[in-house]
Nanobody, 118 residues
Framework: QVQLVESGGGLVQAGGSLRLSCAASGSIFSINAMGWYRQAPGKQRDLVAVITSGGRTNYADSVKGRFTISRDNAKNTVYLQMNRLKPEDTAVYYC????????????WGQGTQVTVSS
């Protein structure tokens, strides 16, 4: 079994910054891609950013230039640095990891609330 534990959410004013962290633990041989998704009330869960094991990144257009995803492979941890936050960034943020065991399986974190006030 694999657990993803997120931290770093909270309440911030527009223009501020937050840093999210997500640590994976458990029965892990290796991890392929790791990413962050978000879900606002009444909306679907959307990809925010993803990073491969080799460090290649991809971002949603709405966060390009403001958010930065990174990872520490030795710690099985992924980060999301969020700058110049906007009220429309308010959502529950989930991390995901494609974990290699006997097969590759995607695991999800429990979610962390990010609220940006105007």
């Amino acid at each position: 079994q694999v657990q993803l534990v997120e931290s770093g959410g909270g309440l911030v004013q527009a223009g501020g910054s937050l840093r999210l962290s997500c640590a994976a633990s458990g029965s892990i041989f290796s991890i392929n891609a790791m990413g962050w998704y978000r879900q606002a009330p009444g909306k679907q869960r959307d990809l925010v950013a993803v990073i491969t094991s080799g460090g290649r990144t991809n971002y949603a257009d709405s966060v390009k230039g403001r958010f930065t995803i990174s990872r520490d492979n030795a710690k099985n941890t992924v980060y999301l640095q969020m700058n110049r936050l906007k009220p429309e960034d308010t959502a529950v943020y989930y991390c995901a990891a494609e974990v290699v065991q006997t097969v590759v399986r995607r695991y999800w974190g429990q979610g962390t609330q990010v609220t940006v006030s105007s």
